[in-house]
């Protein structure tokens, strides 16, 4: 079983950043790939970043330029900064995860994932 909590969330201007940090719980952490996804009120949740239990990563185009996935194994956390972030980033960010068997890149789909966060509230103001 893994547990991931999120934080980083908050109110920012357009053109701010923000640093999103998931932190998880349990055995074999390395061996999980991890992503970011956001649900926006009246909106499918949607793929933001994800990264491979090997570094790979995938972002969304409309983040591609502003947004970095990074994990440190050491500390079982994923990050997601966000810069240059815009109205259209406000959503609940949330964090997932699945175990990945061999070596391919990250899944872009949300039903791969077994694990997510509760989400934590990102609000960009114009």
């Known amino acids: 079983q893994v547990q991931l909590v999120e934080s980083g969330g908050g109110l920012v201007q357009a053109g701010g950043y923000l640093r999103l940090s998931c932190a998880a719980s349990?055995?074999?952490?390395?061996?999980?790939?991890m992503g970011w996804f956001r649900q926006a009120p009246g909106k499918e949740r949607e793929m933001v970043a994800v990264?491979?239990?090997?570094?790979?990563?995938h972002y969304a185009d409309s983040v591609k330029g502003r947004f970095t996935i990074s994990r440190d194994n050491a500390k079982n956390t994923v990050y997601l900064q966000m810069n240059s972030l815009k109205p259209d980033d406000t959503a609940v960010y949330y964090c997932?995860?699945?175990?990945?068997?061999?070596?391919?890149?990250?899944?872009?789909?949300?039903?791969?994932?077994?694990?997510w966060g509760q989400g934590t509230q990102v609000t960009v103001s114009s």
């Open positions: 997932a995860a699945y175990q990945q068997l061999g070596v391919y890149g990250p899944s872009p789909v949300p039903a791969t994932y077994k694990y």
């Open positions: 349990g055995r074999a952490y390395s061996s999980y790939a």
């Open positions: 990264i491979s239990s090997g570094s790979l990563t």
